[in-house]
T-cell receptor, first 113, second 111 residues
Framework: SAVISQKPSRDICQRGTSLTIQCQVDSQVTMMFWYRQQPGQSLTLIATANQGSEATYESGFVIDKFPISRPNLTFSTLTVSNMSPEDSSIYLC??????????FGQGTRLTVV | GENVEQHPSTLSVQEGDSAVIKCTYS??????FPWYKQELGKRPQLIID?????GEKKDQRIAVTLNKTAKHFSLHITETQPEDSAVYFCAARNGNEKLTFGTGTRLTIIP
């Protein structure tokens, strides 16, 4: 299956700043997703990244806080804007390629201080 | 939308014994059910999946069963080994929709 490279792997950020997380896939994927995972908890879908158009956000997540780009079929970014300590979490991107099921990037561990 | 419940939340078994994790789902249209293993500090990895046209699937020591009538599916790990210790997540999906994940089971294998 395809491989996703996600970066940064971790970061410590000041409150009020923004962080952009990047995911690069080594082949084209039909769908890309962004998740948040609190330590010891399940994965919560933030949004589906749509190629060439606005992302589709889940309830509780808004574009102003989590702008997403997907300029082509192999790359996507998630920005966590105007961060607060409550945004501290692990952020994961995933991709789906036809019937090949969701595979994940290695995650970004974000700490907001 | 889909709702997936997973039990138990924690499970400890002696090495060599079997482990079973159960999930139920709410959307009768769901037709795809993957299982992921997540080791500490690592990304979730797909370990096995099943589609709604079959009732059971095996891959070496791992098997998944599906009961569409009752809307539940289970992961079975036989002859458990220390490296099976991890958090396991079930998930369900309808067609091309998003995956909905269960809450996870922390499996500990006792040597």
């Amino acid at each position: 299956s395809a491989v996703i490279s996600q970066k940064p792997s971790r970061d410590i950020c000041q409150r009020g700043t923004s962080l952009t997380i990047q995911c690069q896939v080594d082949s084209q994927v039909t769908m890309m997703f962004w998740y948040r995972q609190q330590p010891g908890q399940s994965l919560t879908l933030i949004a589906t990244a749509n190629q060439g158009s606005e992302a589709t956000y889940e309830s509780g997540f808004v574009i102003d806080k989590f702008p997403i780009s997907r300029p082509n079929l192999t790359f996507s970014t998630l920005t966590v804007s105007n961060m607060s300590p409550e945004d501290s979490s692990i952020y994961l991107c995933s991709g789906r390629q036809g019937r090949t099921e969701a595979f994940f990037g290695q995650g970004t561990r974000l700490t907001v201080v | 939308g889909e709702n997936v419940e997973q039990h138990p939340s924690t499970l400890s078994v002696q090495e060599g014994d079997s482990a079973v994790i159960k999930c139920t789902y709410s959307d009768s249209a769901s037709n795809y059910f993957p299982w992921y293993k997540q080791e500490l500090g690592k990304r979730p990895q797909l370990i096995i999946d099943i589609r709604s046209n079959v009732g059971e699937k095996k891959d070496q020591r791992i098997a998944v069963t599906l009961n569409k009538t009752a809307k539940h599916f289970s992961l079975h790990i036989t002859e458990t080994q220390p490296e099976d210790s991890a958090v396991y997540f079930c998930a369900a999906r309808n067609g091309n929709e998003k995956l909905t994940f269960g809450t996870g089971t922390r499996l500990t294998i006792i040597p």
